[in-house]
């Protein structure tokens, strides 16, 4: 009777644990969130409001991604950030990524900016310059800066938006940013952003572009804003995100806003994960509402 009893128990035990792991993996794949942000800054007079979108990798909410659309215009941004990954690098086509953006660019204007499986994706077809992609993507209706910006007008708000890939230092063993030891575009691309007295926002995919080294000590930008590493894949209570790529286990910079020397680093844990050695977990999707508003006086 008691090893029956033990059976059961142990079996009832095997389905509460299962039926936590499913819901868990759905809770971290299809529970659509919204995370909000603010940002003060003397160069503002008025409120702005935008929507950050990272890390979909083809994923979908909904047919036609019609959940995620419609918790985007229910933000009613004025514009909105995408910054990269938003496809994989074997994707079929790019289509999922094209269609969000002709769906979100009638109601807001829409800035993107690669990430290391959009710059796969293209190299696999042999665009190593990303001049195709680009286009499909600009041709859909968004404004696609690969080591470029725009300053903007918004409301009366005048902002500068950029977005690279690239790393923010030289890759010389010591992440210096020496110019004489960078690279030279790469310089000459940051050194012209940071040139101006309008609010900075610089889409970066990879938080590592600017933490490491000198980078953060160097550029004078108010946001950087970076996905990537999303929210470190599996979240652990009271530990946080499990792994952050180059920073490895438990890393410091994985998910939310911080201040890093000249700049502040907003990182989204995004909408999705292409294949991984483990699924996200206790990590749901993620759409940042971001509020830019003036300083008091």
């Not at 033990?6 to 509460?16: E, I, Q, R, T, V």
């Not at 918004?154 to 230092?169: H, T």
């Not at 946080?240 to 910079?253: L, S, T």
């Amino acid at each position: 009777m008691k090893r029956k009893k033990g059976l059961w128990m142990a079996l009832c035990a095997l389905c509460l644990g299962i039926a936590f792991v499913l819901f868990e993996l759905w809770y971290s794949y299809d529970y659509l969130t919204v995370t909000d942000y603010t940002l003060t800054s003397e160069k503002l007079t008025a409120p702005v409001h935008a929507v950050i979108l990272a890390d979909m990798h083809d994923h979908e909410f909904g047919r036609d991604n019609a959940r995620l659309i419609t918790a985007v215009q229910a933000e009613k941004p004025d514009f909105i950030l995408m910054v990269g990954d938003m496809l994989n690098r074997d994707s079929a086509d790019a289509e999922k990524a094209i269609a969000l953006i002709r769906a979100l660019s009638d109601d807001a204007p829409v800035y993107y900016a690669m990430g290391n499986h959009e710059i796969d994706y293209a190299i696999a077809r042999g665009d190593y310059a990303r001049e195709g992609l680009a286009a499909q993507l600009t041709e859909a209706g968004a404004t696609v800066f690969d080591r470029g910006y725009a300053d903007i007008d918004v409301r009366g708000q005048k902002l500068r938006i950029g977005g690279m890939y690239d790393y923010a230092y030289a890759l010389d063993g010591r992440n210096s940013t020496n110019p004489d030891r960078m690279n030279p575009a790469v310089y000459q691309f940051l050194t012209e952003f940071q040139d101006t007295e309008l609010l900075t926002l610089m889409l970066a995919h990879r938080p590592d572009s600017f933490i490491f080294g000198e980078a953060s000590a160097t550029w004078a930008i108010d946001l950087v804003i970076s996905g990537h590493l999303h929210g470190g894949q599996v979240v652990l209570p009271f530990l946080g995100g499990v792994w952050g790529g180059d920073q490895y286990f438990f890393p410091e910079y994985v998910y939310g806003m911080y201040e890093k020397d000249k700049l502040n680093l907003l990182i989204t844990s995004g909408l999705g994960s292409n294949v991984q050695k483990v699924p996200r977990f206790n990590n749901p999707p993620e759409i940042v509402s971001l509020n830019l508003v003036p300083a008091e006086e």
